[in-house]
């Protein structure tokens, strides 16, 4: 295990933010939690909605535990679920045509893939 560069560890950080906002994803597609953004209302219940956001809580939990022991495969595993949640995010917004359902979500995923491209951040995953 390598010293954690201070990059690494606000990638973590953001990761977690990333997991707890899937998270309220996941309740609001079982109609447990309103949308709080814009129009404040619950939308119908949807369980495989709730399964692909379960799956991405799932997955940035395994991502910060990766991160904080700086694994050299986290960045490049950090990099595609950052894609992939981006893209469910745009599928979400182009299906239900609704921006500020998910926008928080999806600014934090760009943010986090911004950052995951820095050089310092891929000279700490030695994938420079």
């Known amino acids: 295990m390598k010293s954690r560069p201070f990059g690494v560890t606000v990638l973590a950080i953001l990761a977690g933010l990333a997991a707890?906002?899937?998270?309220?994803?996941?309740?609001?597609?079982?109609?447990?939690?309103?949308?709080?953004?814009g129009e404040f209302k619950v939308h119908a219940f949807n369980f495989w909605t709730f399964l692909m956001w379960a799956?991405?809580?799932?997955?940035?939990?395994?991502?910060?535990q990766m991160l904080w022991n700086v694994d050299k495969q986290a960045w490049l595993f950090l990099a595609v679920i950052t894609v992939f949640n981006l893209i469910l995010d745009s599928m979400f917004m182009l299906g239900?045509?609704?921006w500020s359902d998910v926008s928080l979500s999806f600014i934090l995923n760009a943010i986090i893939l911004?950052?995951?491209m820095l050089p310092g951040v891929k000279k700490a995953f030695d994938t420079a």
């Open 20 to 37: 707890v906002l899937a998270g309220v994803h996941a309740l609001q597609a079982l109609g447990i939690l309103p949308y709080f953004i």
């Open 55 to 64: 799956l991405m809580v799932w997955v940035y939990v395994w991502l910060v």
């Open 96 to 98: 239900a045509g609704e």
């Open 114 to 116: 911004i950052y995951v």
